[in-house]
């Protein structure tokens, strides 16, 4: 059974930073892309952050050069580091790993920026 358990997220002031992670059971991250998809209040789930198998990344263009996402494939997980957070950045934080039978989700971990 394949199970992908997010944490790290909570309430931060704007200009702070967190670091979400994902811990998979029954797949491989680095088998396959992997990422982070966000749902702001009120919006459509969208994309943050790939993570291709050899390790390249694609991130959308709000959140580049402030969140980074990596692997660690020794403890299966995958991390998003995301700095100068903004109120916009608001949003429930879901982990994905690719699968050619259908895509795995998180159950997502909240992320609220506010002062």
């Known amino acids: 059974q394949v199970q992908l358990v997010e944490s790290g997220g909570g309430l931060v002031q704007p200009g702070g930073s967190l670091r ?50 990596s692997r660690d494939n020794a403890k299966n997980m995958l991390y998003l580091q ?11 934080y879901y982990c994905l790993r690719r699968s050619m039978g259908g895509d795995y989700w998180g159950q997502g971990t909240q992320v609220t920026v506010s002062s």
Not at 82 to 92: F, G, H, I, R, Y
Request: aromatic letters at 8%.
């Open 82 to 92: 995301m700095n100068s957070l903004k109120p916009e950045d608001t949003a429930v």
């Open 20 to 69: 979400l992670s994902c811990a998979a059971s029954g797949i491989i991250f680095s088998t396959n892309v992997a990422g982070w998809y966000r749902r702001p209040p009120g919006k459509e789930r969208e994309l943050v952050a790939l993570i291709a198998r050899a390790g390249t990344t694609n991130y959308a263009d709000s959140v580049k050069g402030r969140f980074t996402i």
